[in-house]
């Protein structure tokens, strides 16, 4: 394929239907058959709709892709994808931001508690998403909760200790003391409730920080999941995708090949037999009229673990509900050809 196809220029104008019809169904053919075009078609695709939605096109592009490119269902998906990523990323950099202050607070706090806070409050050093946060906003109302104690529990020591050395101390003071210390103990005690159902939160909240990793994974697989009938990259346009063996003698059997409705293009892999040609052209052959319906350009073939494979794509308007045959026709060095194969297959259209 030449390099020129590849311009970032000719990709924006195929994604936003801007391209004549003839050179539109030529890449709509090397979008399935040529994988190097393929990955710099979706990148291309990203770009574009980063840039919408981040706002930066205007003019005709602007209104070519609200016209055309979101007039696809799947592409209105993707769009709604990337302004929730980016969601995401502004409010992700926010956190960052209050992170990195949280982070001088503490060292500044380290500076004066001692090495015991700076265990503690370490949590603000990495700031991640908003479960992150919640679990270290615990350990800060941990750490609060555990000085107020201890400061609580150190005045009500002196104030025990200094109680026989007063001298002319009243004597209903000395009747209250206890009952001070009775209520010092129940607010200690209810604290040391709320810092139990404090741990247990932060024990929560770091189980969920475990188990978000795997979520993730299992999400992006389901993404990846593949699936028989796709839509190329190209909004509105639905292809089927098929996978055809040679004819075997003595298999009358012909395979069936069914067409769901509102698709535009089929694309066929076959299985090559074992052969050494450098090039390959494949026809589509209407036997009831011996007729050539459509003909490849020379394709080179692909190799796999079980040995190579030729893929192709057409219109789903040459097909009907009948019998056909695909002939691949290997060609050699000085460009002679030889039938390599027939791929014969019934269509059923839904």
Not at 26 to 32: A, G, I, M, N, Y
Not at 219 to 232: D, G, I, V, Y
Not at 325 to 334: D, I, K, P, Q, Y
Not at 336 to 345: K, L, N, Q, R, T
Request: net charge neutral; glycine share 6%.
């Amino acid at each position: 394929m030449n390099n020129q196809t590849y311009n970032e220029q000719v990709i924006t104008q195929y994604l936003l239907g801007a391209l004549p019809d003839v050179e539109a169904e030529r890449l709509d053919e090397l979008s399935v058959t040529d994988d190097e075009f393929a990955a710099a078609l979706s990148a291309g695709e990203k770009d574009l709709v980063d840039a919408y939605v981040q706002g930066e096109l205007t003019g005709a592009a602007l209104e070519q892709i609200e016209s055309y490119y979101l007039a696809s269902p799947l592409r209105r998906e993707q769009v709604k994808f990337a302004r929730a990523f980016q969601l995401l990323a502004e409010t992700n950099a926010t956190a960052q931001e209050v992170g990195v202050r949280a982070e001088n607070t503490a060292e500044s706090a380290t500076k004066r508690k001692g090495a015991g806070w700076r265990s503690a409050l370490s949590v603000f050093t990495t700031p991640r998403l908003a479960l992150q946060w919640g679990f270290a906003a615990v350990i800060l109302v941990l750490c609060v909760a555990s000085v107020w104690l201890a400061l609580n529990n150190m005045r009500l020591r002196q104030q025990v200790s200094q109680t026989p050395a007063r001298e002319g101390v009243p004597g209903q003071r000395e009747q209250e003391l206890p009952k001070d210390i009775e209520r010092q103990r129940a607010t200690t005690a209810a604290t040391e409730q709320e810092l139990a159902r404090a741990r247990e939160e932060g024990e929560r909240v770091e189980q969920a920080l475990k188990q978000q990793p795997a979520r993730e994974q299992q999400r992006s697989e389901q993404q990846r999941s593949p699936k028989q009938q796709r839509s190329s990259p190209r909004g509105g346009v639905s292809i089927a995708s098929f996978t055809l063996a040679p004819q075997m003698r003595g298999v009358e059997q012909m395979p069936t090949v069914s067409i769901p409705a509102q698709t535009n293009r089929v694309a066929m892999r076959l299985n090559l037999e074992p052969g050494d040609h450098p090039t390959y052209r494949v026809s589509l052959l209407n036997p009831s009229g011996n007729q050539t319906l459509w003909r490849s350009s020379k394709l080179r073939a692909q190799a796999t673990g079980d040995g190579k494979i030729l893929s192709i794509s057409f219109r789903t308007g040459l097909l009907r509900s009948q019998a056909y045959v695909l002939r691949a026709t290997g060609v050699s060095g000085n460009g002679v050809s030889e039938i390599v194969g027939d791929y014969p297959f019934r269509v059923v259209k839904q």
